[in-house]
């Protein structure tokens, strides 16, 4: 197993208990959604705790919308699309501080303040406008600093000590914008210095909180780590400060066979090995950020999904576990896949060749590839529909390769899958592609 590459004089032994709890977006959506991540913490403030949260409710989105239309110079749609996340937060924060000279106006003002300065430079100074992963990951990232901001302050005035770190200067990346890979090394230099100090105090039951899902790069600039990144924060700091285990809160019971958005009466999977976890979020299981289980399995750590609607309840254990018996099928579905077949025009075979540098133009256009499949004359993928990348990779693609495609396909994968389960997705839909191995099977249909 590949290890993570970080000396051990970088890594901290079972100096302290220490617990890692990860909020997403759903989990503060609203002015009851802080209070109940509140309460959680307060119920479980026996310890110290990390806690990492993520962009208040949809924010991401709507930051991708401002975004739109930054890129587009349309100030009139950016300002309304900037002035509908501002008052979004700031009635989430009336509601929380009734007192409206507490500083939590002040300071969430800044971050607003911040956000606008650097529209107002990119207008201004058009040349400063970089390519648009560099935006996004400028732009994006104030999502999480905003929910961070309200949340440490609402923490201290309940009566919860909580610090605020900003993740920036904690996780350190390179310069892959939008899914920013980390220095291990320069990472646990950073989060030692900071944050172990925090906790040493023997008698603090103080509350570490920080971003999850972004970080900065050498130069300072701001770096995302993917989308739905902040779990794959929690793992890091988890890795890093070397916890016994870390709490991921979610709007579901646990991880499910199914998506209980599409598929009825879904089961919960009540503990699974962090191998079966790694193939689920490779797959697209949205309950897991795909890069989150490594860190935790390389290091021993144990990782809860639990439901912030019923923290009391058990939820999902993934642990070290040789065998488990797989008893129903989980069914992982992909929306909004495109699915593009690559011939060779002088329908010559595809050879090695072909393939490689297929796969060269795939990897420079940074194309999410789910399913590949060959034959003698073609090469079908299914990848992610991407606005932004597409059309570029199949006009690059057309200029060797004879190209077809669908867009609006969905892609099932089933682990574990039985005739039933395979029945039951196909029924009254039309399979473009299908792919088995021993325990997996996918289903690309419309």
């Keep these: ?38 309460r959680i913490l307060k119920k479980n403030h026996k310890t110290g705790i990390m806690a990492v949260v993520s962009a208040m409710g949809k924010t991401t989105n709507a930051l991708e919308i401002v975004l739109k239309h930054y890129m587009a110079n349309d100030p009139i749609l950016l300002i309304e699309s ?91 990346t390179d310069d892959t914008f939008r899914d920013a890979r980390v220095n291990w090394e320069k990472t646990a230099e950073k989060i030692n210095a900071a944050i172990l100090p925090f906790f040493q105090n023997p008698g603090s039951l103080s509350v570490a909180l920080t971003q999850g899902f972004i970080g900065s790069d050498p130069r300072g600039d701001s770096t995302t780590l993917g989308r739905e990144g902040s779990d794959y924060t929690a793992a890091i700091l988890a890795y890093v400060l070397r916890t016994s285990e870390v709490t991921i809160w979610k709007d579901v019971p646990g991880i499910l066979n199914a998506d209980p958005k599409w598929f009825s009466n879904p089961k919960k999977l009540g503990i699974i090995s962090y191998r079966e976890a790694i193939e689920l979020a490779y797959y697209g299981a949205s309950v897991i950020h795909p890069k989150t289980i490594r860190p935790l399995e390389n290091a021993g750590i144990k990782l809860f999904v639990k439901s912030f609607q019923k923290p009391s309840s058990p939820g999902t254990l993934i642990t070290n576990i040789d065998q488990w018996n797989i008893r129903f099928p989980i069914y992982i579905r992909k929306q909004n896949q495109v699915l593009i077949s690559i011939s060779p025009r002088d329908f010559s075979f595809i050879v090695e060749e072909n393939l490689s540098h297929i796969f060269t133009i795939l990897a420079k256009h940074r194309a999410k590839t789910n399913v590949m499949q060959n034959s003698a004359i073609s090469f079908s993928v299914c990848l992610d529909r991407n606005e932004q990348m597409l059309p570029e990779l199949i006009e690059e693609l057309s200029s060797t390769y004879e190209i077809r495609y669908n867009y609006n396909v969905d892609l099932f994968t089933v682990r574990h899958y039985t005739p039933s389960a395979i029945r039951r997705l196909t029924k009254s839909r039309t399979v473009l592609l299908e792919q088995r191995t021993r325990h997996t099977v996918h289903l690309v249909v419309k």
């Design 82 to 172: 900037f002035n509908a996340i501002h008052e979004a937060h700031f009635n989430v924060i009336r509601e929380l501080f009734p007192d409206e000279s507490h500083p939590v106006y002040d300071e969430a003002e800044s971050l607003f303040d911040q956000l606008r300065g650097y529209f107002r430079k990119g207008h201004l100074y058009d040349k400063t406008k970089r390519a648009y992963d560099f935006e996004y990951d400028q732009i994006v990232s104030y999502g999480e600093l905003f929910c961070s901001c309200i949340l440490c302050n609402y923490l201290n005035l309940q009566g919860i000590p909580c610090k605020l770190f900003d993740a920036r200067e904690l996780v350190i």
């Design 1 to 38: 197993m590949r290890r993570i590459p970080v000396p051990d004089k970088y890594l901290t032994f079972a100096l302290m208990d220490i617990k890692i709890f990860k909020f997403g977006g759903a989990s503060v959506n609203s002015a009851a959604g802080f209070r109940n991540v509140c």
